[in-house]
């Protein structure tokens, strides 16, 4: 037998779903797949005492999806006022513009092509909506577009993409760069040392209770495949797709295309460090 405890990041047991700390909600998307766990997780965070609040990844465009995530803060006695993106893949921004429409709420993000009615985001920016601080911090590398919100108040922070409850994330080579992404990572574990943080919120998965552990394992992770990796290159293996066979074999095949495009992200990196 398995225990939660054990597992990397120390994942919360129970349905995914509903009130994770003080201020953050989870609504789970019905959109489960091997690439999106049990779906995508929308969050709706807010000051316990106050009306307002900000929902992070309104996610696919589900119409029952969308509106359930109105209701349930409804149920709370709030109004969404803001929506922010992590990124822009569709499990997570698909639904935005419908949303943004839903609740006249704008939609803030890095890249501008998905901002509805409202400024960018960007490193150092702190988003205080109904007495609320969550801190923007960019964490590229999955997508060169990601970001994860630190939320002080909760020692929590959200991560979209970049740390997920269960498994690991793949490096979308060739918008996503493994040299970025291994930073990002770098930079949410000063957050757990150096901040506080002790809890992901990630956007697939259960949340996870030790952040540090969650984000030395993906460390770990990443040097072990890069490795394995650079040694297939030695070994013969050429393409992408032979070393995807080779490295990931003991990985559902349904995940080999994800697969590739890590391994196209750290054959650029072993390149670009003069290691192949």
Same mark, same amino acid.
């Given at each position: 037998?398995?225990?939660?405890?054990?597992?990397?990041?120390?994942?919360?047991?129970?349905?995914?779903?509903?009130?994770?700390?003080?201020?953050?909600?989870?609504?789970?998307?019905?959109?489960?797949?091997?690439?999106?766990?049990?779906?995508?997780?929308?969050?709706?965070?807010?000051?316990?005492?106050?009306?307002?609040?900000?929902?992070?990844?309104? +996610?696919?465009?589900?119409? %029952?999806? !969308? #509106?359930?995530?109105?209701?349930? /803060?409804?149920?709370? &006695?709030? @109004?969404?006022?803001?929506?922010?993106?992590?990124?822009?893949?569709?499990?997570?921004?698909? +639904?935005?513009?419908?949303? %943004?429409? !839903? #609740?006249?709420?704008?939609?803030? /993000?890095?890249?501008? &092509?998905? @901002?509805?009615?409202?400024?960018?985001?960007?490193?150092?920016?702190?988003?205080?909506?109904? +007495?609320?601080?969550?801190?923007?911090?960019? #964490?590229?590398?999955?997508?060169?577009?990601?970001?994860?919100?630190?939320?002080?108040?909760?020692?929590?922070?959200?991560?979209?993409?970049?740390?997920?409850?269960? +498994?690991?994330?793949?490096?979308?080579?060739?918008?996503?760069?493994?040299?970025?992404?291994?930073?990002?990572?770098?930079?949410?574990?000063?957050?757990?040392?150096?901040?506080?943080?002790?809890?992901?919120?990630?956007?697939?998965?259960?949340?996870?209770?030790?952040?540090?552990?969650?984000?030395?394992?993906?460390?770990?992770?990443?040097?072990?495949?890069?490795?394995?990796?650079?040694?297939?290159?030695?070994?013969?293996?050429?393409?992408?797709?032979?070393?995807?066979?080779?490295?990931?074999?003991?990985?559902?095949?349904?995940?080999?295309?994800?697969?590739?495009?890590?391994?196209?992200?750290?054959?650029?990196?072993?390149?670009?460090?003069?290691?192949?």
């Amino acid at each position: 037998m398995t225990y939660a405890a054990s597992l990397p990041g120390q994942p919360r047991g129970g349905a995914i779903g509903g009130s994770a700390t003080a201020r953050a909600v989870c609504v789970l998307a019905p959109n489960p797949s091997p690439m999106t766990l049990d779906g995508t997780n929308t969050w709706i965070v807010s000051e316990p005492d106050s009306d307002l609040a900000v929902v992070i990844d309104p +996610g696919p465009l589900d119409e %029952a999806h !969308l #509106t359930g995530v109105i209701a349930a /803060a409804e149920r709370a &006695g709030k @109004r969404i006022a803001l929506t922010l993106l992590t990124h822009g893949h569709a499990d997570h921004a698909e +639904g935005a513009a419908r949303f %943004a429409e !839903l #609740t006249r709420a704008s939609v803030r /993000a890095l890249d501008p &092509g998905l @901002r509805l009615g409202g400024e960018g985001l960007g490193a150092g920016d702190v988003i205080t909506t109904g +007495g609320l601080e969550l801190r923007v911090v960019p #964490t590229p590398g999955h997508t060169s577009d990601s970001l994860c919100f630190h939320l002080p108040a909760d020692a929590a922070v959200l991560t979209g993409d970049t740390v997920l409850g269960r +498994g690991t994330t793949v490096v979308a080579h060739p918008d996503g760069r493994l040299g970025d992404y291994l930073d990002s990572l770098r930079r949410l574990r000063s957050l757990a040392v150096d901040d506080g943080v002790s809890t992901i919120l990630p956007g697939h998965g259960p949340v996870l209770n030790d952040a540090c552990g969650a984000v030395e394992y993906y460390l770990a992770h990443r040097a072990n495949r890069l490795a394995q990796v650079e040694t297939a290159v030695e070994a013969g293996h050429r393409t992408a797709a032979d070393i995807v066979a080779h490295v990931y074999a003991d990985v559902d095949r349904s995940l080999w295309p994800a697969a590739e495009l890590s391994v196209r992200a750290q054959l650029d990196y072993l390149g670009e460090h003069g290691l192949i």
